[in-house]
């Protein structure tokens, strides 16, 4: 019952989120024949040509017509063509998106499991100066963007102090091959990871040192320790499983967030991903290439969330008694 309640409240979230994909790229400013092929292409053109190129792009249709087309293929897993790469919408997306991939999942894991150690580490030793130091820290570059965390590092790392690269994903025309092509991939993503996981760590440290400092004094963890279990085992066979629930949400909200960081830390270190690709087909107001981006972030959050709400149960019993209870009760 509560996996069927689950799988119909996704089902229209995602028709909702579809449906803004749809609407919202075609409410931006200015007209994409514009964008794509600039004044002085369209002062050249002849009525019947400019007419050809709306008919062929399907710009000349009602948004009520294009919007069943667009649902008709998305059945067909057509994603349509895009104007801007004059390729079909998947290609694109597919050259774009093994970048995206692993600098969001490199974000994720690092952000994630760090702010949980850090807060575990710190809630447990509250108001000691290891822990007022970590919080004072991560308060101070939690609060500025990230797109300016990465501004200054780009500033310190690759222009004042040449360490790393300015942009890109890897060196063009380096001819690396094997371990070197590794290395060399590493050293393009070191600034844009982390800028990423600077700016996005801190909501996940200070809910976990939250949970952990109200769970110092529990009940059960005296238990443990008449017990002699030694303090590691304490912190994390213990303490860490009570806030590993609070953890994993806050885990899967952070994605939905990553999304808007990422495009603006491609942006700023030409990465090229989805963020950067994104960029590209606002400029161009390439409508059906702006719909498949938008749909795989939403597929992408979506999936998230469903996957963590089937991992409450299991992280705690506590969650699968009280949807029981509920669903007995409606």
């Known amino acids: ?75 067909r897993a057509d994603l349509g063509w895009s104007y801007y790469f004059n390729a079909p919408v998947g290609k694109v997306m597919a050259g774009f998106l093994p970048w995206t991939i692993l600098l969001a999942g490199a974000s994720l894991l690092i952000s994630t499991v760090g702010g949980f150690v850090l807060g575990l580490e710190s809630g447990s030793r509250k108001g000691s100066r290891w822990d007022k130091g970590l919080f004072a820290g991560l308060m101070l570059v939690g609060g500025v963007p990230d797109f300016f965390v990465g501004a200054l590092l780009l500033l310190g790392f ?23 092509w590794g290395l060399d991939v590493l050293r393009h993503l070191a600034l844009p990871l982390a800028s990423l996981v600077l700016a996005r760590m801190t909501t996940l440290y200070l809910l976990c040192r939250n949970s952990a400092a109200l769970l110092l004094k529990a009940p059960f963890l005296r238990t443990a320790r008449s017990k002699g279990c030694d303090e590691g085992s304490i912190r994390y066979r213990h303490l860490g499983r009570s806030v590993l629930l609070p953890a994993a949400t806050s885990a899967g909200l952070h ?6 960081g990422i495009l603006m830390i491609e942006v700023v270190f030409g990465y090229p991903g989805m963020g950067t690709l994104l960029h590209r087909a606002l400029a161009a107001r390439d409508y059906p290439l702006l719909q498949g981006i938008l749909l795989l972030a939403s597929v992408t959050v979506l999936g998230v969330n469903f996957f963590v709400e ?21």
């Not at 994605?255 to 808007?260: R, V």
């Not at 089937?310 to 009760?329: F, M």
Request: hydrophobic share 50%; aromatic share 14%; glycine share 8%.
């Open 1 to 75: 019952m509560r996996i069927s309640r689950l799988l119909t409240d996704y089902a229209i979230a995602f028709f909702l989120l579809c449906s803004l994909g749809f609407v919202l790229p075609r409410l931006l400013p200015g007209d994409p024949f514009l964008a794509i092929y600039g004044e002085e292409a369209a002062l050249s053109m002849t009525p019947e040509m400019k007419a050809e190129i709306y008919r062929r792009f399907a710009l000349d249709q009602s948004w009520g017509t294009q919007f069943v087309a667009y649902f008709a293929s998305l059945l």
């Open 158 to 180: 690759a222009v004042i102090w040449p360490l790393f690269p300015l942009g890109g994903a890897v060196t063009v025309y380096g001819g690396q091959a094997g371990w070197a």
């Open 255 to 260: 994605l939905s967030h990553l999304f808007a």
């Open 310 to 330: 089937l991992l409450y149960p299991i992280l705690d019993p506590r969650v699968k008694t009280a949807c029981i209870s509920n669903t007995e009760r409606s």
